[in-house]
């Protein structure tokens, strides 16, 4: 027989570690990770991705590697884009996670001007505007971080088009050629920072290459994407 005393003990142990694990147990149910894309299938893919062409033409490629599957870009002097409607709770899953790796940088490019508007790597994601013009289908705030050529790291503005994006530059040409990296932004947080209040869910999500404004040639690589909690 347990001990009154012993036994007492031991259900305030188990009982503090039951109350320890519901966190985690009720963040694995209710707030789950919402996953973008994965590039696992082609056909999936083109079922809820579609495609916005301002130059030259399309060429992807679905590919995999030790790391598992990833999408290929490569745009010679061209300019296009994957949007995607989604449906995510950003106070619940907050942080935005990927990888992404550039093969080819287009030459000179520098998104801050809109003669050098070409970078290797895009992810943007879209929100509604703001006030009445937030109701109107082509209003939106975008949020933007790119690979880019000539700007550093850390580098922060605003697109000179579309008027309502913000930049956050997370690389560019000195973290060299055909790396692999891996990025993770508190997407609440960035949009603050870039529009000084707190955002509403997004509705679009789009990955971007181009290198028409340069005519050179641009190539890159993206991996899972994915929202998560904190």
Known sequence: MIPPMRKAL???????????????????ILVPDHLVASFES???????????????????????NDQGPYLQLVCPSSSWAFVKKVDVNIHSTPILTWSWRVKALP??????FRSTDDEAAQ???????????????WSSRILGYTWETVPAPGTFYHSP?????????LRNERDGL?????????VVADFERAFGAPPPN?????????????????ESDFGSIEFRSR
């Open 42 to 64: 082609p056909r999936a893919f083109y079922s809820t991705w579609r495609i916005k062409k301002w130059a030259g033409q399309v060429d992807l490629s679905f590919l995999r």
């Open 161 to 169: 088009r579309p008027a309502d994006t913000r930049i956050f530059v």
């Open 202 to 218: 997004p509705n679009y999500f789009c990955i971007q290459i181009d290198s028409d404004d340069t005519h050179s040639f641009a």
């Open 107 to 112: 030459k000179g490019g520098d998104g801050r």
């Open 10 to 28: 031991l259900s305030a142990l188990a009982l503090g570690l039951f109350l320890a694990l519901i966190p985690f147990r009720l963040n694995g």
């Open 178 to 186: 055909n790396v692999w990296k891996t990025e993770s932004r508190d």
């Open 123 to 137: 992810v943007y994601v879209v929100f509604p505007g703001s006030g009445l013009l937030g109701l109107m289908p």
